[in-house]
């Protein structure tokens, strides 16, 4: 699995001009599963994203998790993230897992991060969707999982 997060004031995605899920301060997660990825891989990821320290403390240091601000995650499906455009002028998806078992693990991903006290908040999976955020900092992370 492969995740971006952006850490931000406020995120909301919309699908045909809906809107259907939106945040205030926290995490905007962009997730990308691979053929390989487990449930085990989305648990290892969830506790990760909830508990890496990327948030400002008082003294200004990235000393505070998404689990000590209380902020809350918007995870989008995205399977783009898996790409491969190092030969061609095309991209490779091959890296990206099938669209069947890749939604019970994004399902599972949200799941976990859900059950680590997070509010979620989700994209559709497949959809055309827009996303809208204010990215704080700009902070930008890269996340993923370690194949033996």
């Not at 045909?16 to 995490?27: A, D, E, M, P, S």
């Not at 990308?32 to 003294?59: M, Q, Y």
Request: proline share 3%; net charge neutral; hydrophobic share 45%.
């Amino acid at each position: 699995m492969k995740a971006v997060l952006q850490r931000v004031s406020r995120a909301c995605v919309s699908v045909n001009r809906q809107t259907v899920g939106q945040i205030g301060t926290g995490l905007c997660i962009l997730l990308g599963v691979e053929p390989t990825d487990s449930e085990a891989d989305a648990r290892w990821l969830a506790n990760k994203v909830v508990n890496l320290r990327i948030f400002e403390d008082a003294a200004g240091k990235m000393n505070l998790s998404l689990r000590d601000i209380q902020g809350e995650a918007l995870i989008i499906s995205q399977f783009t993230l898996l790409a491969d455009c190092n030969t061609g002028r095309r991209p490779s998806f091959t890296g990206a897992g099938n669209p069947q078992t890749a939604a019970l693990l994004y399902d599972h991903f949200c799941q976990a991060v859900a059950a680590l006290g997070i509010k979620v908040e989700r994209g559709i999976f497949q959809a055309d969707m827009l996303v809208s955020l204010d990215n704080m900092g700009p902070a930008t992370f890269i996340l993923e999982t370690q194949k033996s």
